[in-house]
């Protein structure tokens, strides 16, 4: 298995909603990333989770909330977003090998397009 | 803090033909890792080659080869014999090693291979 899954495919949300988004890779990824991307756009990291701890939070609203149960899944907890929270997520994954994390490069899911209304 | 800048927001090439996207980057690292994304409409971003900054030699995989000149910073995307499978946007990245696993990438390069 060499892909990374992400759930749902899109997602429409109210501003109270509450919402999670899901990722998954079992290629032994043992860190894994969401970023954020608006059209046309390049990604914008949210979180890095490395051996299922959160080793990167770059200043997310706390509306946005990440999760790592295990070492193949990631989640991402949505509450109370804003319009300007419409965007695709994407997850992914990389390997850490001798203290390197992804220099070989990161795994991608095909995303979930997030509208908020 | 890095910066990675393509200059070529959109671009077009005839099917078949060689295209290049051009890529620098700004860094006081002598060691770090260079790689082009491809994320066509399907919006999964695809890795399509990667470059080790020690070594010399350009990358290569299959119709996707680099010129890498570090001195210059510059990591230059050249495909050749271009599909349609081809169009995507380019995404240039720089990372550098124990850094807690940031890329940094660049704005984009919309490419679109014309029949």
């Known amino acids: 298995d060499t892909e990374v899954t992400q759930t749902p495919k899109h997602l429409v949300m109210g501003m109270t909603n509450k919402k999670s988004l899901k990722c998954e890779q079992h290629m032994g990824h043992r860190a894994m990333y969401w970023y954020k991307q608006k059209a046309k756009k390049p990604p914008e990291l949210m979180f890095v989770y490395s051996y299922e701890k959160l080793s990167i939070n770059e200043s997310v609203p706390s509306r946005f909330s990440p999760e790592c149960p295990n070492s193949s899944l990631l989640n991402l907890h949505l509450h109370a977003l804003q319009p300007e929270d419409s965007a695709l997520y994407l997850c992914?994954?990389?390997?850490?090998?001798?203290?390197?994390?992804?220099?070989?490069?990161?795994?991608f899911g095909s995303g979930t397009r997030l509208t908020v209304v | 803090a890095q910066t990675v800048t393509q200059s070529q927001p959109e671009m077009s090439v005839q099917e078949a033909e060689t295209v290049t996207l051009s890529c620098t980057y700004d860094t006081s690292e002598s060691n770090y890792y260079l790689f082009w994304y491809k994320q066509p409409p399907s919006r999964q971003m695809i890795l399509v080659i990667r470059?080790?900054?020690?070594?010399?030699q350009n990358a290569t995989e299959n119709r996707f080869s680099v010129n890498f000149q570090k001195a210059a910073k510059s990591f230059s995307l050249k495909i050749s014999d271009s599909q349609l499978g081809d169009t995507a946007m380019y995404f240039c990245a720089f990372m550098k090693p124990y850094t807690g696993n940031q890329f940094y990438f660049g704005t984009g390069t919309s490419l679109t291979v014309i029949p």
């Open positions: 992914a994954s990389s390997q850490i090998r001798a203290g390197i994390t992804g220099n070989y490069g990161y795994t």
């Open positions: 470059q080790e900054a020690y070594k010399q």
